[in-house]
Each structure stands twice: as structure tokens, then as C-alpha cells.
């Protein structure tokens, strides 16, 4: 038998790799959550503004960006959402290409998205951008505190980024 001795350095090594590692799945679950709370059909606003901290934020930025769309606080995040559900009756959210880096009990995570949607009833559309977002665990779960969305284009399915590289859709 073989004995291999193990010192309090290694183990709190390897625990802080643990805590990193578990920190990481939390947060990209916490993304994958999100975009299922986005694509929602009933109680959109409230499954979204759950997944947020008491002041957080929801912010649309770039060149794509709508300064107006922004809202702070989960009342307004309900607010924000609850209006999406008649916007865009139906949509399905990918989140992909997580980077996450941690610092206690605060992160900031980028990762890309791309979303097939319905605007106003009939119109299909595609979407693509990425999200740059921090994030703080709060009693032991994490939750965004800031999320950035930066549009990369609004598209008629149809029609295609390069044609038409953006579409309003207030």
C-alpha cells in the first residue's frame, strides 16, 4: 500500500480550486437560467428579476444599444420583461463561450449569445451579441449585479445580417 502525505497547503489548494471551479458552473448555470427566464411564457419578469441582485442592473450598450431599455432594481426588471412577453411572444436564447473571471465573492463573466425570435407577431428575426456582466454571491448564490448587452445585429430571418445589419424593434 502505498501512503501519499497530504499538507495543509495542498488541501487549501486544492479547496480554493474546488470553490473557483464551483463558482464558475454557478455562474454559467446562472446565464443558462437567465436565458430560459428570458424565453418564458408566463411570469417572464419575475423569473428574470430573481436571477439579479435587489439593485441590479440590466443595461443595453454599443452602437445597437438602447439607452431607454435600461432598468435597475428587479421592479423595473419585471417591468422590463413583462413588456417583452406581447414584444416578442416567441424567442429561444443561446448562450455560449463563457469567460469568467473570479474575485471572491464578485465575478465579471462575458460569454456570446444568439437568439431566434418572433417581433410583434409576425415578423422572425434573428439576434446576436454578447453579454459583459458582473456578478456577486449573495448569501451563497450567485447573481448578476450589472449586465451589459451589446447587440450585434437585429435581423429579418429573411434577410440576413448583411443586408439588413439592424432593425429597430421599440
Not at 406581447?86 to 449569445?113: C, E, K, Q, W
Request: include cysteine; charged fraction near 25%; aromatic fraction near 12%.
Amino acid at each position: 500500500m502505498c501512503e501519499t502525505a497530504v499538507d495543509d497547503g495542498t488541501v487549501t489548494r486544492l479547496l480554493a480550486r474546488l470553490e473557483a471551479l464551483e463558482s464558475r458552473e454557478a455562474i454559467h448555470g446562472l446565464m443558462v437560467s437567465y436565458m430560459a427566464a428570458t424565453d418564458a411564457k408566463e411570469d417572464k419578469g419575475e423569473k428574470v428579476a430573481r436571477l439579479f441582485t435587489e439593485d441590479g442592473r440590466w443595461q443595453s450598450v454599443g452602437p445597437h444599444g438602447n439607452p431607454g431599455w435600461a432598468a435597475v432594481g428587479r421592479d423595473a426588471l419585471v417591468k422590463k420583461f413583462d413588456r417583452n412577453v406581447a414584444r416578442m411572444p416567441f424567442s429561444a436564447h443561446f448562450v455560449t463561450n463563457p469567460a469568467i473571471d473570479l474575485d471572491g465573492d464578485t465575478a465579471r463573466g462575458r460569454f456570446m449569445y444568439f437568439q431566434a425570435c418572433t417581433y410583434r407577431g409576425d415578423q422572425p428575426l434573428w439576434i446576436a451579441g454578447s453579454y459583459d456582466n458582473d456578478f456577486r454571491r449573495v448569501s451563497g448564490q450567485w447573481l448578476i449585479s450589472h449586465m451589459r448587452v451589446h447587440n450585434f445585429f437585429t435581423t429579418p430571418f429573411d434577410k440576413g445580417w448583411v443586408a439588413v445589419p439592424h432593425m429597430q424593434t421599440p
